[in-house]
């Protein structure tokens, strides 16, 4: 029989961190060991007093049968109480917090619920694919906000067709942000409040790198506003959870209420011992602080690595990615090619592949984004290979 494959299948890309761990294989194969910048993994593992309440979930839930689609009651007042302490923000856990597998899915799915066929979102680029895909299943279109270096990489919303405006149902923003690294100011998130309640349009916030910072804490844009808002939080980069797939989303009551009908057809919610380990997680700070300063030292020897070199400083205030500008003469995937040379065997991400060609450039063309998961170990020595470059 002939298989045909649906149409939005076949016009969405292959998926970036797939083409890099392809990259990764292939130089195994070759008997050779990279060290890897590629895909934002954390390899340190998860803290032990995460895991100890896993274990004893699992014993606690044996006979617990399928979990709450919106997340148990504890999991969702416990968001509420780090949210307050970290954030200084109420939240109701009852309408406005509800459990998620983890940030992706739920951002792949939102626009289920708000875009019909035609309707446009607004996205960042470069940035998450899952903004635009959960968009293209749903039969809406994207226009990408391009983030460029004379801009500070924020979104130039002035530059956004009015027709486009008027058609916009979402407006996806992340800072800190992956991969440029930018930091978030309030005068910023009252910006993008501004054009969602002149044009009428959701804005969805993803936080998932807000404790992924190195000295000041950046803020919630639900600190300046509920109505019209909603957030997406993970603990994958917080606490080394990117394996359990927990994470949650807040916000405006009416957002989460509709959500809620969107997300029972999908899954069947994040499992209950999964919870228990979350609710371990976000009652201890202690494991973050740690978290923080390895990465602090990470970023630190990559930094000075290419800086010998002569490349241009990059010192991002968040996140665990550095966006090294390239060379002069070089694409992006010429130098990330140069660093995955047998000699160096440095797997980087070119800003090209996290990018949509998009109003006549590719803005992450010209970077390479490492993400800091490798060990200090690993991290010195492919700084050592990096200072040996011949450019």
Not at 208 to 215: A, G, K, L, P, V
Not at 306 to 315: A, H, M, N, V
Not at 318 to 341: C, E, M, N, R
Not at 368 to 387: D, F, G, N, T, Y
Request: charged residues 25%.
């Amino acid at each position: 029989m002939d298989i045909a494959v649906a149409e939005r299948v076949n016009k969405i890309g292959s998926y970036a961190f797939a083409d890099v761990d392809n990259i990764v294989d292939q130089l195994k194969k070759e008997g050779i060991e990279p060290i890897d910048f590629g895909v934002g993994d954390p390899t340190l593992p998860t803290p032990e007093i995460i895991r100890d309440a896993c274990i004893k979930g699992l014993e606690k839930r044996k006979s617990s049968g399928y979990p709450s689609y919106i997340g148990n009651e504890e999991y969702r007042k416990t968001v509420a109480w780090w949210s307050k302490q970290r954030f200084g923000i109420d939240l109701d856990p009852d309408t406005e917090i509800m459990s998620t597998i983890g940030s992706k899915e739920a951002i792949f799915n939102f626009p289920e619920t708000f875009i019909n066929p035609g309707d446009y979102t607004l996205a960042l680029n470069p940035g998450y694919p899952a903004w635009s895909r959960g968009t293209h299943f749903a039969e809406g279109k994207t226009y990408y906000l391009n983030l460029l270096p004379e801009n500070k990489f924020l979104p130039d919303f002035g530059s956004i067709p009015k027709k486009v405006l008027k058609k916009a149902k979402l407006l996806w923003i992340n800072y800190p942000n992956n991969p440029t690294t930018a930091f978030p100011t309030k005068e910023f998130y009252q910006e993008v409040l501004e054009v969602g309640d002149r044009y009428n349009i959701i804005v969805a916030s993803d936080e998932s790198y807000t404790e992924n910072y190195y000295d000041e804490p950046p803020q919630s844009i639900l600190g300046l506003k509920r109505d019209g808002v909603v957030v997406f939080q993970s603990l994958s980069k917080r606490s080394n959870m990117t394996c359990y797939r927990v994470g949650w989303i807040a916000g405006d009551s009416r957002i989460i209420s509709a959500y809620k009908k969107v997300k029972p057809n999908i899954d069947s919610g994040t499992a209950t011992f999964i919870q228990d380990a979350a609710i371990a997680a976000l009652k201890d700070e202690k494991h973050v602080k740690v978290l923080r300063e390895d990465y602090r030292k990470k970023r630190d020897i990559i930094i000075n690595s290419f800086s010998k070199i002569g490349l241009e400083r990059c010192e991002p205030k968040g996140t665990i990615y550095l966006w090294q500008k390239v060379p002069d003469g070089y694409t992006s995937l010429d130098f990330s090619k140069k660093l995955l040379a047998k000699e160096v065997a440095v797997v980087t991400t070119p800003g090209s592949w996290l990018s949509q060609e998009a109003h006549g450039v590719n803005p992450g063309e010209g970077f390479v984004r490492l993400a800091l998961v490798p060990s200090i170990e690993k991290v010195k020595e492919a700084a050592r290979k990096i200072e040996n470059l011949k450019l």
